[in-house]
């Protein structure tokens, strides 16, 4: 009789032991360029409540804006075996090579925004380009095709920032040839260094018509550098993203508008496309899957369209 418990007692330890085998934790790394972000923070929830009550363990880390830490951070993961990693990368071409390292060792990697120049996993992406155009044309045509505008650009290697640019760039040129770009300066992603790169723009074009700035955090530094300027009425600011402070001080009708996607749902989207890696229901193909969430124009006008619980 205690044999027979002793043998059932076994099995049971067995079975556990078997299970916890077969559901071992899966792990999965967030490196986006920062985490003080509004966009890097909708994408860090929108991943996390995708993840939840998957048998997985998350770490984010924080790569303050420098490839080189992001680079070094890659390679922790790399080595600490995480099983898939979602970046963003701040420099397309230096993290390539990151991305070659861990895709060589079957980690999956998923970019978010900015691509990277090997094939990978897949690019989770804003319409960039697209998004950009959409800017152009709605600037243009608030300037009835005439007038100075200015860019407020990315770092060089953010190819995220450099296809907005270009789709902006590309609506003036084929859809208003008479609007000129009077300026066009890196403000590193950054508030403060817009400010200071709108002060500059105000003092050389004493007609600065309209400002497109590539991102949300740079059009709020641009729009105040153009109140403290009492300039605010005259120039049609525009960003690029749509985080909650951007639509905010556009329904107060301080900035024009922004080209607004929902980031909750993009870093959801990535997640499940790293979750569906891991358990086979996608497979790596020879190219790098692209999947583009689109963008909404979001003025005045528009933006109540923006419910609440989409608002990051």
């Given at each position: 009789?205690?044999?027979?418990?002793?043998?059932?007692?076994?099995?049971?330890?067995?079975?556990?032991?078997?299970?916890?085998?077969?559901a071992q934790t899966m792990k999965i790394g967030y490196l986006p360029s920062t985490v003080g972000q509004a966009l890097t923070q909708a994408w860090k929830t929108g991943i996390e409540n995708t993840l939840k009550g998957q048998n997985v363990s998350f770490q984010a880390l924080d790569a303050q804006m420098k490839a080189e830490i992001q680079v070094t951070m890659m390679d922790d993961f790399i080595n600490q075996g995480y099983n898939a990693i979602i970046l963003q990368p701040i420099d397309a071409a230096a993290l390539t090579a990151s991305v070659k390292k861990a895709e060589g060792k079957g980690i999956p990697v998923i970019t978010l925004n900015t691509d990277t120049k090997l094939p990978h996993a897949a690019c989770v992406t804003m319409d960039d380009e697209g998004a950009g155009y959409l800017v152009g044309e709605q600037i243009g045509k608030a300037l009835s095709g005439k007038g100075?505008?200015?860019?407020?650009?990315?770092?060089?290697?953010?190819?995220?920032?450099?296809?907005?640019?270009?789709?902006?760039?590309?609506?003036?040129?084929?859809?208003?040839?008479?609007?000129?770009?009077?300026?066009?300066?890196?403000?590193?992603?950054?508030?403060?260094?817009?400010?200071?790169?709108?002060?500059?723009?105000?003092?050389?074009?004493?007609?600065?018509?309209?400002?497109?700035?590539?991102?949300?955090?740079?059009?709020?530094?641009?729009?105040?550098?153009?109140?403290?300027?009492?300039?605010?009425?005259?120039?049609?600011?525009?960003?690029?993203?749509?985080?909650?402070?951007?639509?905010?001080?556009?329904?107060?009708?301080?900035i024009t508008g922004t080209a607004y996607t929902n980031a909750y749902n993009q870093g959801?989207?990535?997640?499940?496309?790293?979750?569906?890696?891991?358990?086979?229901?996608?497979?790596?193909?020879?190219?790098?899957?692209?999947?583009?969430?689109?963008?909404?124009?979001?003025?005045?006008?528009?933006?109540?369209?923006?419910?609440?619980?989409?608002?990051?």
């Open positions: 009789m205690a044999t027979k418990k002793w043998i059932a007692t076994a099995l049971a330890v067995c079975g556990l032991a078997c299970g916890v085998a077969q100075n505008v200015a860019i407020i650009q990315s770092p060089p290697g953010a190819q995220a920032g450099v296809e907005r640019e270009k789709g902006f760039r590309a609506a003036m040129a084929k859809l208003f040839p008479e609007i000129k770009i009077v300026g066009a300066q890196n403000g590193q992603w950054n508030k403060d260094k817009a400010i200071e790169i709108m002060n500059s723009f105000l003092q050389v074009n004493k007609d600065l018509d309209a400002v497109f700035a590539v991102n949300d955090n740079m059009a709020e530094g641009a729009m105040i550098a153009a109140e403290s300027a009492g300039r605010l009425n005259k120039v049609k600011i525009w960003g690029f993203n749509g985080q909650k402070s951007t639509l905010t001080l556009i329904e107060q009708g301080k959801a989207t990535a997640a499940k496309y790293a979750l569906d890696m891991l358990s086979g229901a996608k497979k790596k193909g020879d190219k790098t899957e692209i999947v583009t969430v689109p963008p909404f124009a979001a003025t005045k006008d528009t933006v109540a369209q923006i419910k609440p619980e989409e608002r990051w």
